[in-house]
Nanobody, 120 residues
Framework: VQLQASGGGLVQAGGSLRLSCAASGRTFSGYVMGWFRQAPGKEREFVAGISESGRRTYYADSVKGRFTISRDNAKDQVYLQMNSLKPEDTAVYYC??????????????WGQGTQVTVSS
């Protein structure tokens, strides 16, 4: 699976962004999808995951209630709606495709990352 993330940018604290990840190459609906992020000097961390059908979602405590993951299997896309953004959300965000739910840091396929910067 090839993954292409987009939608990052610079936003003020309290603002919103929507990340998209387009998949190609294999059957998208057969994979668990997830978003991870990595801030400078920190390890990559899990943000959100969604099951193959989209019926199950799972979030890191730090983003629960603010971020929403969704997918459109007809369009081979997964999304991350980020609301009430905080400066600590600043990171490079990666989408990933995995065979395990929730998705792991050892996920099988990774996109190239998109930068999200939240100013205070």
């Amino acid at each position: 699976v090839q993954l292409q993330a987009s939608g990052g940018g610079l936003v003020q604290a309290g603002g919103s962004l929507r990340l998209s990840c387009a998949a190609s190459g294999r059957t998208f609906s057969g994979y668990v999808m997830g978003w991870f992020r990595q801030a400078p000097g920190k390890e990559r961390e899990f943000v959100a995951g969604i099951s193959e059908s989209g019926r199950r979602t799972y979030y890191a405590d730090s983003v629960k209630g603010r971020f929403t993951i969704s997918r459109d299997n007809a369009k081979d896309q997964v999304y991350l709606q980020m609301n009430s953004l905080k400066p600590e959300d600043t990171a490079v965000y990666y989408c990933a495709a995995d065979t395990s739910y929730p998705p792991r840091r050892s996920a099988t396929y990774w996109g190239q990352g998109t930068q999200v910067t939240v100013s205070s």
